[in-house]
């Protein structure tokens, strides 16, 4: 089982404004980087492509611990199965540190190729939540 974990960043809004904020894909539009095309987003699933000769990825929600945790989980359209991980923890009334984990069972090859562009990808939703979050609000 292959795990990889974003940076943890702190952002300056409660968890109940972030756990909101990312239990919609709808509102995901505004963090997804320029590797991200085809995306299509619904309140509990979305899909998008990362790369052209890639094929389509779709996550659905998959489980919400109010205020401290939600399970994205790829769904049946996906070639390999994975779970993403949000972890939210409350430092203060205006403070929260957000990590992502990602786990999948890559085989040896496939780990070695997307380990990186994934823990790229992972740091960048974190780092544009929290930009995205204290520079405009959710």
Not at 28 to 36: E, G, H, R, T, V
Request: net charge negative; with cysteine.
């Amino acid at each position: 089982m292959t795990q990889i974990e974003s940076e943890k960043v702190l952002i300056n809004r409660s968890n109940v404004d972030v756990f909101n904020f990312l239990s919609d894909f709808t509102h995901f539009n505004k963090l997804i980087p320029p590797q991200i095309s085809n995306w299509h987003a619904e309140t509990d699933k979305c899909s998008f492509s990362v790369q052209q000769n890639l094929p389509e990825i779709s996550i659905k929600i998959d489980e919400k611990i109010p205020y401290s945790q939600i399970n994205f989980k790829s769904d049946t359209v996906s070639p390999i199965d994975f779970t993403i991980i949000c972890v939210l923890n409350q430092n203060s009334d205006k403070l929260t540190e957000i990590y992502i984990s990602f786990v999948a069972d890559f085989p040896p090859m496939i780990k070695m190729m997307a380990s990186k562009p994934v823990k790229n990808l992972i740091d960048s939703l974190v780092k544009s939540l929290k930009e995205f979050a204290e520079n405009n609000g959710f």
